[in-house]
């Protein structure tokens, strides 16, 4: 794109404040924001106040696969998911693109480490909790590592320092997922510097598109990989491809899957597995209206009480037949750096907006989800904060208590 067109598009668009800095680049740099300028997504930061504004809706509570089910179902669970596993028809996608700002560690969320008296990594933790399932087995499936175009360079070359922790090299897949622009609360975008574009990870939502786009929907194709277990980095102590969790799914003729957790009180801040409109739906917290939040059954417990643990089996039939259907843009307010009268200022309280989709709107257009109660403490240790609730503390705490030598 060239100058005069770029203006002319800017101008329409009320964002011509992107060319403020154009007479003081050189001719790269120019090149370079005009790149950006040709590549931007308008119609996102168009109207910000329609994206995330959600129609009032109907929830219901799910029945889930609860642990006494589990337990007594589990080995015919377990052959039924051991059968799939060794027939190839799962791979796996771990969720590492996000920017764990929460946790303010300046690398990769996966490269932190999680050891105490030895160096563990939260990605080498991950791979060994893999290596349990490919030893039951006896099949490495493909692994796709989704990352962002800011923490993409270190994470590659992170695995391959450590030889990829003992995970065959060929079966591992790195993406990259796309980004968006960022922009004020008035909708202006950010400038990252003059001649660059402040642009932000578009949200977990888009990992199945990122993934195809990446061209590896012919390795799902050429090995006839039939389901994907999509897993978030930040539970280092989840089993990924889970047989007993594969073979429940296949069995309940679901299109999908969710491992959920019960939750510990009515206000914990996780997002509940619900019925929307007869639909899975997943509700955030901070959407659950508290009279829902806290509602009981005559036993006690909570009625809305399955926690997702962000570890999905997505089957790719149903993926493929859903990717024409938009997944709606979520706001979310953070502190973003920008250029400001010619200076590069970084804000420490939230002054903008970034757009991501989530990969809870994924479980919606699948149609059906089976809730999987997994056992907290075996199975959920986010680490989301350095201290406090859902941190490196307690994670460390509840690996130790697994037996996992730190
Ligand atoms: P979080 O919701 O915890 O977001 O991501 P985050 O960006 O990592 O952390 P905060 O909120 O800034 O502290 C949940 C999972 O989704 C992935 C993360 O890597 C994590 O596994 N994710 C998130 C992406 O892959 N891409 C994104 O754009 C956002």
Not at 306 to 334: D, E, I
């Amino acid at each position: 794109m060239d100058y005069e067109r770029a203006k002319t598009i800017l101008k329409q668009r009320g964002q011509s404040h992107l060319l403020d800095y154009y007479g003081e680049l050189n001719e790269a740099e120019r090149e370079q924001l005009l790149e950006e300028i040709e590549n931007i997504n308008f119609s996102i930061v168009k109207n910000i106040q329609a994206v995330g504004s959600k129609a009032k809706v109907k929830i219901r509570p799910v029945q889930a696969v609860t642990l006494n089910d589990v337990k007594r179902r589990r080995p015919q669970f377990e052959e039924v998911g051991l059968r799939a596993l060794e027939n190839k028809k799962v791979g796996a996608v771990l969720l590492a693109g996000g920017q764990g700002t929460r946790l303010g560690f300046d690398k990769a969320k996966g490269m932190y480490n999680i050891g105490q008296t030895r160096f563990l990594s939260i990605f080498e933790q991950l791979i060994n909790n893999i290596k349990d399932v490919t030893d039951l087995s006896g099949r490495y499936f493909p692994l796709f590592i989704m990352t962002n175009s800011l923490n993409n360079g270190e994470t590659v070359q992170f695995f391959k320092d450590n030889n990829y922790f003992g995970y065959p090299r060929d079966r591992i897949h790195f993406f990259v997922q796309n980004t968006e622009p960022t922009c004020d609360f008035d909708g202006k975008i950010f400038l990252d510097q003059k001649h660059r574009v402040s642009l932000s990870p578009n949200g977990n939502g888009g990992w199945y598109s990122s993934l195809i786009n990446s061209g590896y929907n012919r390795i799902i194709e050429r090995e006839g990989i039939e389901w994907l277990n999509v897993f978030g980095v930040d539970n280092v102590l989840q089993r990924i491809c889970d047989p007993v969790f594969i073979g429940a799914t296949l069995m309940s003729g679901f299109n999908c899957g969710a491992k959920v957790v019960k939750k510990l009180c009515a206000d914990e801040k996780v997002g509940v597995l619900c019925e929307e409109n007869g639909k899975p739906a997943i509700v955030e917290y901070y959407e659950m209206p508290p009279e829902l939040a806290n509602k009981k059954e005559r036993g006690g417990e909570l009625v809305y009480r399955y926690g997702v643990t962000l570890n999905y089996l997505f089957n790719v039939n149903r993926l493929n037949t859903t990717l024409s259907g938009n997944l709606p843009y979520h706001l979310a307010k953070k502190a973003v750096p920008h250029i400001e009268n010619g200076v590069r200022v970084v804000p420490e309280e939230p002054n903008g907006y970034k757009f991501e989709t989530l990969v809870v709107d994924m479980v919606k257009l699948m149609d059906s989800c089976l809730a999987f109660e997994v056992e907290r403490d075996n199975e959920f240790a986010p680490v989301k904060n350095a201290h406090g609730t859902d941190s490196v503390d307690t994670a460390r705490l509840l690996l130790k208590k697994n037996g996992v030598i730190l």
